[in-house]
């Protein structure tokens, strides 16, 4: 790659270890301002030294509009939570909920709070309880019961409550990962249907 007058300037002014020391604490936009250089040229710098920038939460500044328009995307038509958001485009959650509120997007963990949907949530529990309690399904320290469909989809997906808390749809895995999964579906909603339908035969 052609080297510019302008990046060859900026290397012989500063050293890789004073521009890891700012990444260490700002944004990119605040680094790449208070250098008095442009993004591209920092990203360029950042990737030819291998410098991290794992604490230097990109800002709305920082977002070009192809991965705005992406990021709007995922969360509209994945289960990624704002946290895996924020990991995947380097933003930070305060940043993210600013995006949020300037393209008007319904933020799902709010929408949880739908009455509609705790109830649904609490009947869908109560039926898991009485399955787990009747087939005797015992679990183990560090280990809960989870929906493989998961009731947040089967809410929206509009599934009877019957068929996410069934003996088919249950299954055991680690605690942590079970507090941190609650939109996530291991199986689709074809695969539970079917699997239900196969084991009622």
Known sequence: ???SAAYKKFQDRVTTQQV???????????VYTTLKISEPLLLRYINEHQLIFSKAFRTLKDLPDDKKESLIIDWKT???TKRQLCKKYNIGPKALNRFFKLHSLQDR????TN????????LVRRLTSVII??????SKPGYEWDHRFSVYQ???????PSLIASLENLELIPAAANRSNGRDCSITQTELINTVCYWSA
Not at 109 to 112: C, P, Q
Not at 133 to 138: A, F, G, I, P, Q
Request: net charge positive; hydrophobic share 35%.
């Open 1 to 3: 790659m052609k080297t």
């Open 20 to 30: 890891q020391e700012l990444l260490n604490t700002n944004s990119l936009y605040k």
């Open 78 to 80: 994945t289960l990624l």
């Open 109 to 112: 963990d709010k929408a949880l």
């Open 115 to 122: 009455p509609e949907f705790v109830a649904y949530q609490k």
């Open 133 to 138: 309690r009747h087939y005797n399904l015992k």
């Open 154 to 160: 089967g809410f929206h997906q509009k599934i009877n």
